[in-house]
């Protein structure tokens, strides 16, 4: 295997560098250095933030990086994308990674709701949404989960009951992520409940501020807002935002462009947390470390150069990926080999730095000048609890496969 980039590849590397190295506004290059928390709604965040300086580095970003045609990489030219390659997205991906620089733009409307309007849409919602998504004036946010409707999605039961030209929408969300900083959202809704569960569904778009709708947080264990609950109440929806036909949302919310999902960012985000973690601990923070105590110290050690030989392995997961992509095959259990391994790896990561700071673990505002790295370690330690969950549980990873992957039997 060549790890190598071709002549072109290297290109297009040496450009994302540029435009990084050039462009990155101040405030995300100091959140860089500093290790910041993780999170991956860092620009979304900032760009609904208060605070004039963050909107500011939120605005500017996303500018550089759309004069680059690279805001919705995967999307066709036509459409207002890049129409990169699998390879391309992949390099782009990587180096946003390796400088810890955050994507800009929606990652959901950018990554499901665009590739859903592209195939599905009529060229009157194509018109009115896609370049809402690309100029960033318009955040979305995915109404997929209930209470009783996770892993098992179809069995979804919040309501659109049609009312001349309108849907009325009753029912309840969950895990709704950055509902409260997004201005609109699509939602899948039970339109015929006399159907089998698969069909009977509808994919509708609806603006949040819409009467009806009510946004509550649901803070995590980290003491971090990411996620929400979504309630429906009478909301009023013009038929004209469905996407696709009645009754045939469960196929259209299936969809997605054969963009790069290799989880590259993972790979290269646990790499950096873990260079960064060797770093501190025999450097700077070394005395607030237990690296230097005896067997203990040994044996933490041995632990972090395990976790750098699982981030070269996850790499390469990634690598294989990315290569099946490029030849123009759909991974299937192979990514979800990698999500499971990646999960594990992160909680590893985060549980080592934590064992290795001992008490001053224990520090949770990264501000205290005490706290070690931004207290990145303990939030994450909570916060990778959600990572088994979100994007398909690990026992769904694990029936994949199971059945596709080693051929066992169902049931």
């Given amino acids: 295997m060549d790890f190598a980039d071709t002549r072109e590849q290297a290109a297009f590397r040496a450009e994302v560098r540029a435009l990084i190295e050039e462009e990155l506004p101040p405030r995300y290059r100091e959140l860089a250095e500093n290790g910041r928390p993780e999170t991956a709604f860092l620009w979304e965040e900032d760009r609904a933030s208060d605070d004039p300086q963050k909107r500011e580095a939120s605005a500017s970003w996303a500018e550089s990086v759309r004069s680059r045609g690279w805001f919705a990489p995967a999307w066709p030219a036509e459409y207002g994308g890049g129409g990169l ?3 391309e997205q992949f390099i782009l991906k990587q180096e946003m990674a390796a400088a810890d620089a955050p994507p800009p733009g929606s990652n959901v409307g950018i990554d499901m709701l665009g590739p859903v309007l592209i195939i599905h849409g009529d060229e009157e919602l194509r018109s009115t ?20 409707a996770g892993s098992d999605l179809a069995s979804l039961r919040t309501r659109a009951v049609r009312d001349g030209d309108d849907y009325v929408v009753n029912g309840q969300k969950i895990w709704t992520t950055h509902a409260h900083q997004a201005d609109w959202i699509f939602v899948l809704t039970r339109t015929d409940p006399d159907q089998p569960k698969h069909r009977g569904i509808s994919f509708v778009l609806m603006d949040i501020r819409t009467p ?14 990411e996620f929400n609950e979504t309630f429906f109440e009478d909301v009023r929806v013009p038929a004209d935002q469905r996407v696709g036909e009645e009754n045939r949302g469960w196929y259209v919310a299936m969809t997605l462009l ?9 790979a290269v985000a646990a790499q950096r947390q873990i260079r960064r973690l060797a770093d501190f601990i025999t450097g700077e923070g070394r005395e607030r470390s237990r690296i230097g105590r005896g067997g203990e110290g040994r044996a933490l050690r041995q632990q ?9 392995v996850l790499l390469t997961f ?29 909680k590893a990561v985060a549980r080592t730095g934590t064992k290795l700071f001992g008490l001053y673990a224990h520090l949770w505002d990264p501000d205290e000048p005490r706290t070690p790295m931004m207290a990145r370690h303990t ?12 994007g398909g549980t690990s026992e769904i990873q694990r029936n994949v496969i199971a059945t596709r992957g080693l051929g066992l039997p169902r049931g």
């Fill in 85 to 87: 390659g699998m390879l």
């Fill in 129 to 148: 949404h896609l370049p809402r998504i690309l100029d960033a004036s318009v955040v979305w946010a995915q109404g997929y989960s209930e209470p009783g």
């Fill in 212 to 225: 009806g709708i009510t946004v509550r947080p649901l803070v995590n264990m980290g003491w971090q807002h």
């Fill in 258 to 266: 054969d963009h790069e999902r290799s989880n590259v960012t993972g």
């Fill in 304 to 312: 972090l150069a395990q976790l750098a030989i699982e981030s070269e």
């Fill in 318 to 346: 990634s690598l294989r990926i990315i290569s099946m992509q490029a030849r123009g095959q759909v991974p299937n259990y192979e990514a979800s080999v990698s999500k499971i391994f990646g999960e594990a790896l992160d």
């Fill in 379 to 390: 939030q994450n330690y909570c916060f990778t609890v959600a990572r088994s969950i979100g």
